[in-house]
């Protein structure tokens, strides 16, 4: 279900803030869970530059982001 506020780039700027945050207090790496079809989740995180990598668990991906 999509809503007016998607495909604003909101989750982009939020996540590149985040992982700014997270690199001047020596964090590395965060991991969350994430549907397996959102595949434009996926994308997303790929064209941010992230290392991604997905392993399915309980009909859920695991994904770990490196920064």
Known sequence: MKDD???LGLGKALL????A???ERGI?????MMD???HARG???GDLGYQVSCS???G???????V
Not at 16 to 19: F, K, N, Q
Not at 28 to 32: A, C, E, K, L
């Open 56 to 58: 399915p668990k309980s």
């Open 16 to 19: 590149s803030r985040l992982v």
């Open 28 to 32: 590395t790496r965060f991991r969350s």
């Open 43 to 45: 994308k997303n995180l």
């Open 21 to 23: 945050i997270a690199k």
């Open 5 to 7: 506020r998607q495909d």
């Open 36 to 38: 397996p079809l959102n």
């Open 60 to 66: 859920f991906c695991e994904v770990e982001i490196l």
